[in-house]
């Protein structure tokens, strides 16, 4: 008997999204701090501070208990910790992620700069900046991660699942910087948006001849309207941001971030066991 996933849906789906813009919105927070310009490192960094903070809250709500809930803040650091749990590397990790941006946004912020001292030393914003970049790349793969760890569902138990978060992390990441009319994340949003169709296709085709709990989900998946209008629209976020037009920079952000949404959804709902 086959039983598809009914515990990791759509709150989990939006909390794993927040997590994909989060991640490499911090990593271009970092590079506009390099380049200069201020105003959009502030955003990639309150990014990393609020969607972050978001998918932690979604996550506790959906997955623990409102007494065990603050355990998914550094968890790594509870002398009860499950270390063999991708929860709790994940949890601390997005922690961290949350803890490195704050700390490097702060400077930035002209009211509190006088406060965060340290946002004069360029070797701290250097230090800080590349800490909040490593934890950003780490939580879009744990996404993957912690459902390719999961053995019991085949269809997620795979290697080209935290590869399909890393590209969801580029594609989500850099498309809030496209929605901007930022030229230089157009070709980042564009290659990250085909890469996440491509993956997910081949994804779909290697659970196809995978165990039977994955060829069902495969089949289920391929014919999802999440799955199907994922693809096509992260095709034409790839295409519109590919021109590195401003008005198209616009759209294909909002449908890079669309289709990862919609993709991870239909990854997540097509789940299965097999008894």
Do not use: Q
């Not at 490195?100 to 509190?112: D, G, N, Q, V, Y």
């Not at 934890?135 to 699942?161: C, D, K, M, N, Q």
């Not at 498309?175 to 994804?203: D, I, N, Q």
């Amino acid at each position: 008997m086959i039983v598809r996933n009914t515990v990791w849906g759509l709150p989990v789906a939006v909390e794993m999204t927040l997590i994909a813009v989060a991640s490499f919105a911090a990593v271009w927070a970092y590079a506009y701090w390099r380049r200069g310009e201020v105003k959009m490192a502030t955003l990639g960094g309150l990014l990393g501070v609020l969607l972050p903070a978001a998918a932690l809250a979604i996550l506790a709500s959906e997955l623990l208990k409102p007494p065990t809930a603050g355990l998914l803040v550094m968890p790594l650091f509870n002398p009860h910790a499950n270390l063999e749990s991708w929860m709790v590397w994940g949890a601390t990790g997005i922690s961290l992620l949350i803890l490195w941006s704050l700390l490097f946004t702060l400077p930035l912020i002209k009211p509190l700069s006088g406060i965060a001292v340290w946002g004069k030393s360029r070797i701290a914003m250097n230090t800080l900046g590349v800490l909040m970049s490593a934890f950003g790349i780490f939580a879009a793969v744990y996404t993957g991660l912690v459902l390719a760890y999961e053995r019991g569902i085949p269809f997620w138990h795979s290697a080209t699942v935290p590869i399909l978060a890393l590209f969801m992390g580029i594609a989500a990441g850099s498309g809030v910087y496209a929605m901007l009319g930022r030229r230089e994340t157009a070709k980042w949003t564009a290659l990250g948006s085909a890469l996440v169709v491509f993956t997910w296709a081949l994804h779909l085709h290697l659970s196809s001849i995978g165990p039977s709990a994955a060829a069902f989900s495969a089949s289920g998946a391929s014919a999802d309207p999440a799955s199907l209008l994922g693809a096509v629209l992260a095709l034409a976020a790839s295409a519109a941001t590919a021109t590195n037009k401003k008005y198209a920079l616009v759209g294909g952000g909002l449908l890079a971030i669309v289709a990862v949404f919609l993709i991870r959804l239909a990854l997540l709902s097509w789940g299965a066991w097999e008894f």
